[in-house]
């Protein structure tokens, strides 16, 4: 928080606060009971007091069998749920022996090529007893295919597997740009996966709508919640057109929101975005399924908050972002590592970020009552100006037309520009104070050794996949990535034929461009 006396979305910030800040609150109405609408308090009635959030670690480096030992090590040590990180090209659609791939297979998370990868990738590990999620865009449908065929393959139905795919395609037009088709396009293949998974992977997370990425774009916390929520809006409108019922899909909904250093304000986050979502849900989608109208979200510290210089600093900021995340009710949470500034965590960083996480869960009394800030005159006062600030934000995206509307205007681009330009002028002029940044330096850095990919992975992978399309029934996938072209023709649903021609062992930038080839590719208009 900048030393002005405002929080990081700009709202006054008072030094006390008392029952004057309160006047006319109604406990009933903006509370509730945890469990219950308007799920201010919490999504479950007892939250951590029975068992603690699902602690997840990403991670995903190099090649397939590499991760596979980082995740093995993890569930050793005790992570309840896995979080895949996946490589450039992975998360474009693209193959490593492509050339658009060349000098970044490996680099920023794993590389799966095909369903062989796949396999290595969870080799040993029980899929019907962890959780697992995949930080993975406009190919979702394809990674959630070859997963699910891993676990048929080793014997495990369908119905007996966890976890998330974040899926969400929209934040990508807004702050990452892993997107591959139009917006239309990718709202059909949303709706696509939502419906597959009602069908045959019942107890999967259809899509984590995301306001991480937009944060460490520079997002405020107002501004994380409301163009967050005004996605989820549109992916509802969009599956409510494609016939699917909202009390059905919408209570596999969930949300990734980042936690920084600031704890008041992003307890304050997390509690006004539950309240917004149920009433929306509630109100404008009349969804009577209370798991509809709950906003259940995962959570990750903020990486955009780590340094390079002093890294072991990022303990402590860690720490202290976790314990934000869990006093405000996340579901579950990634610790970053502290040399994540970096380079990719080392074992012993990644371990250290899991301990963090299980000090906080078994050593403080956090967990032994629901909600410890309810009542606050300052958390139930920074509550409602969160809310108030959203809702506005909300309200001129849907003077837009809506997410996709205002992201063709470049709307929400523009304010987070604005909001990161903000914190850039606060560092530089020492309004805001980083420690070992500008404040509190070392003369000198100490040495450290990062983890480094090899760069030979490259051309691993790219004899992997030589080999594979040397071995396989080519005419076998090819009938059906036709039959996959097809039904995107059509109204059909995709995933579907797509799952028989990753059986059949086509890769993803070859199912990718099948998608390419009928719906075409994105290209950002000039405005945005």
Sequence with gaps: MSETGHTESGLPFEPLYGPDDLEGFDPAARLGAPGEYPFTRGVYPSMYTGRPWTMRQYAGFGTAKESNARYRQLVANGTGGLSVAFDLPTQMGHDSDSEIAHGEVGKVGVAIDSVDDMHLLFDGLPLDEVST???????????????????????????????????DVLKEYIARGTYIYPPAHSLRLITDIFAYCKAEVPRWNTISISGYHMAEAGASPAQEIAFTL???IEYV???????????EFAARLSFFFVSRTTILEEVAKFRAARRIWAQVMREEFGATNPKAQTLRFHTQTAGVQLTAQQPEVNLVRVAVQALAAVLGGTQSLHTNSYDEAIALPTDK?????????????????????????????AIESLTDDLEAEARKLMAQVEDLGGAVAAIEHGFQKNEIEKSAYQIARE?????RT?????????????PYEPLRVDPAIEAQQAERLARLRAERDSAEVEKHLAALKQAAEGTDNVLYPMKEALRAKATVGEVCNALRDVWGVYSPPDAF
Aim: proline fraction near 2%; hydrophobic fraction near 45%; charged fraction near 25%.
């Design 133 to 167: 999620s995949m930080t993975i865009n406009a190919p979702a449908a394809l990674l959630l295919l070859m997963y699910q065929i891993v676990a048929e393959d080793n014997g495990i139905a369908g119905d007996k597997i966890t976890g998330t795919i974040q899926n």
């Design 434 to 446: 980083i420690v070992g940044v500008n404040r509190f330096r070392l003369d000198e850095e100490d």
């Design 230 to 232: 005004a996605d989820g």
């Design 427 to 431: 560092i530089d002029t020492d309004e």
């Design 349 to 377: 960083s990644a371990r250290l970020a899991l301990r963090t996480q299980q000090v906080i869960a078994y050593e403080t009394d956090v967990t032994k009552t629901v909600d410890p800030f309810a009542g606050s005159y």
């Design 237 to 247: 409108r969009a599956a409510i057109a494609a016939g699917l019922d909202v009390d």
